[in-house]
């Protein structure tokens, strides 16, 4: 868990800065050691609790920064794609379910669900996402059956909560029917949404045999192709999240390419900062934009973090959106 709480801090955009990239870092790390070497763990169900509570924390500060960091480091992750898919998922399910109201063991659950719901295949899905070649029929076969092996595996660490191990075994199933989430058993509720935020956070993660999605892609590929039910999840997604949510990128009107920084009051109107100039060169100073001004230039369209060959100083991006934050921060 993080050594200071994040209360007793100096709250300078630097130091809060600096706090927030450690604090996501460590919990990335923690995770992936859970994830990797599960058995090895004392006490595994207390500690992935631990990772529950300490994502609420991060979440509960600043929610726009813990989502900027999650989407952008989510691309660049030294502790393997399956840990961090398992965080992006984990953050996801967090931010949805108290957008839904869940009931907290439902939240709980639900969280814990998602960071854990592919340690069955931990080392595979690592191994599919450096590799170029289609799945072999051993591979295949070994996906289809993880949510089990993920089920079983977790009830030998000790899980006990049925609505933990139930969402996971069952994180690949398809609806039977389009209902209500409100309509649903708890089990199937966490298993729709868990299923739902899975499949949205591969499209937007790229892999080695492809580039990933861009988020706006992704929403509409889950919300236009889909049931009922999971356009429920869909737009709840984007209402919590925003279309383009904090760490993804954007081409503007005025031909900037463009980081978004905080959620809007409207999902398509975020706060963003210019990190590419009309003519594609890097700019030295990214200029702030509040998108719902009249007169400050639209968003055309959401774009893949691949499409971007430039390293982002997360630094200077946070600082800016924990600025803009602040009573009196300035952006066009």
Not at 273 to 284: E, F, I, K
Not at 286 to 296: C, M, Q
């Given at each position: 868990?993080?050594?200071t709480?994040?209360?007793?801090?100096?709250?300078?955009?630097?130091?809060?800065?600096?706090?927030?990239?450690?604090?996501?870092?460590?919990?990335?790390?923690?995770?992936?050691?859970?994830l990797?070497?599960?058995t090895?763990?004392?006490?595994?169900?207390?500690?992935?609790?631990?990772?529950?509570?300490?994502?609420?924390?991060?979440?509960a500060?600043?929610?726009d920064?813990?989502?900027?960091?999650?989407?952008?480091?989510a691309?660049?992750?030294?502790?393997?794609?399956?840990a961090?898919?398992?965080?992006?998922?984990?953050?996801?399910?967090?931010?949805?379910?108290?957008?839904?109201?869940?009931?907290?063991?439902e939240?709980?659950?639900?969280?814990?669900?998602?960071?854990?719901?592919?340690?069955?295949?931990?080392?595979?899905?690592?191994e599919?996402?450096?590799?170029?070649?289609?799945?072999?029929?051993?591979?295949?076969?070994?996906?289809?059956?993880?949510?089990q092996?993920s089920?079983?595996?977790?009830?030998?660490?000790?899980?006990?909560?049925?609505?933990?191990?139930?969402?996971?075994?069952?994180?690949?199933?398809?609806?039977?029917?389009a209902?209500?989430?409100?309509?649903?058993?708890p089990?199937?509720?966490?298993?729709?949404?868990?299923?739902?935020?899975?499949?949205?956070?591969?499209m937007?993660?790229?892999?080695?045999?492809?580039?990933g999605?861009?988020?706006t892609?992704?929403?509409?590929?889950?919300?236009?192709?889909e049931?009922?039910?999971?356009?429920?999840?869909?737009?709840t997604?984007?209402?919590s999240?925003?279309?383009?949510?904090p760490?993804?990128?954007v081409?503007l009107?005025?031909?900037?390419?463009?980081?978004?920084?905080?959620?809007?009051?409207?999902a398509?109107f975020?706060?963003?900062?210019?990190?590419?100039?009309?003519?594609?060169?890097?700019?030295?100073k990214?200029?702030?934009?509040?998108?719902?001004?009249?007169?400050?230039p639209?968003i055309?369209?959401?774009?893949?973090?691949?499409?971007?060959?430039l390293?982002?100083?997360?630094?200077?991006?946070?600082?800016?959106?924990?600025?803009a934050?602040?009573p009196?921060?300035?952006?066009?």
């Open positions: 868990m993080p050594k709480p994040l209360a007793d801090l100096d709250h300078s955009p630097d130091n809060e800065y600096e706090d927030l990239l450690g604090q996501w870092s460590d919990l990335e790390a923690f995770a992936g050691t859970l990797t070497h599960p090895s763990v004392q006490g595994f169900c207390a500690k992935v609790r631990q990772c529950e509570q300490w994502l609420d924390e991060l979440a500060h600043d929610i920064a813990a989502l900027y960091l999650m989407f952008q480091l691309s660049t992750s030294t502790v393997g794609y399956s961090s898919h398992a965080l992006v998922c984990a953050a996801l399910c967090h931010v949805l379910a108290h957008e839904l109201a869940l009931p907290q063991p939240r709980s659950n639900l969280v814990c669900a998602a960071f854990t719901m592919n340690i069955g295949m931990t080392a595979l899905q690592d599919l996402a450096l590799q170029h070649e289609p799945l072999s029929l051993q591979q295949r076969l070994a996906v289809q059956k993880h949510p092996i089920a079983d595996l977790l009830e030998q660490l000790d899980v006990r909560d049925e609505l933990w191990l139930d969402a996971v075994a069952m994180h690949h199933q398809q609806p039977s029917e209902q209500q989430l409100a309509q649903l058993q089990a199937e509720r966490l298993t729709r949404i868990l299923a739902t935020i899975d499949r949205y956070a591969a937007i993660s790229p892999r080695k045999s492809r580039s999605r861009s988020v892609d992704s929403v509409r590929a889950i919300i236009s192709g049931s009922a039910l999971r356009d429920e999840i869909g737009l997604l984007v209402r999240i925003g279309l383009c949510p760490g993804t990128f081409r009107d005025n031909g900037e390419i463009a980081a978004v920084l905080r959620r809007g009051a409207q398509q975020p706060l963003v900062a210019s990190v590419l100039d009309a003519h594609g060169q890097a700019v030295t990214p200029r702030l934009y509040h998108t719902e001004t009249e007169g400050a639209r055309l369209t959401s774009l893949a973090r691949s499409a971007l060959a390293e982002v100083n997360h630094r200077t991006m946070v600082r800016l959106g924990l600025f934050a602040r009196g921060g300035a952006a066009v």
